[in-house]
């Protein structure tokens, strides 16, 4: 199973319903942009942790009771390459609202067949490419548990699983 941009994407919720983590984003000196993401993993369940959490609230440990913690998968490292884009955007996900006017495909690694990223990017580059390189153009979206990446490329990106266990 590997990962895509535009598709369902079950390998992200196979093991945990969460969205991954950015663990590093960086743009080179050659416009190539890399993104560093680990999928996410469920931590122990709170009710087995009880010994550890010092509070006789009854409130609060039933609350947890259902709760657990999400870690990054360091065996699940994906790194995703833009090798050349326009534009690109990292907002903290808790600034950003759905926009129901957009059109996206995709669970995590989103494809925008319209999107107020692309109007916007009309309005501010000066864009000299062909029409040609213009058909290819699309606004990818990568929503993680705290930033959402926007990215506007003429070419898709290459995604590699990496080695595992980088800690």
Not at 41 to 63: H, T
Not at 88 to 110: A, F, M, P
Not at 128 to 136: P, R
Request: aromatic residues 14%; proline residues 4%; negative net charge.
């Amino acid at each position: 199973m590997m990962l895509e941009f535009g598709s369902e994407n079950k390998e992200i919720t196979e093991k945990c319903p969460n969205a991954p983590f950015i663990l590093s984003i960086s743009d080179n000196s050659d416009n190539e942009l890399i993104i560093v993401i680990a999928l996410p993993k469920r931590g122990e369940n709170a009710d087995d942790l009880d010994a550890g959490i010092n509070n006789d609230n009854p409130d609060f440990k039933k609350m947890l009771l259902n709760s657990y913690p999400i870690y990054e998968d360091t065996n699940r490292v994906y790194e995703i390459r833009f090798e050349s884009y326009i534009i690109y955007q990292c907002r903290n996900e808790s600034y950003t609202y759905w926009q129901e006017d957009e059109v996206r495909k995709g669970n995590y690694l989103i494809i925008f067949e319209k999107s107020n990223f692309l109007d916007y990017y009309e309005k501010v580059i000066f864009d000299f490419d062909s029409d040609e390189w213009k058909i290819d153009r699309k606004h990818y979206g990568i929503y993680t548990e705290n930033h959402i990446i926007d990215v506007i490329s003429n070419k898709p990106p290459i995604i590699t699983k990496l080695n595992s266990d980088l800690s």
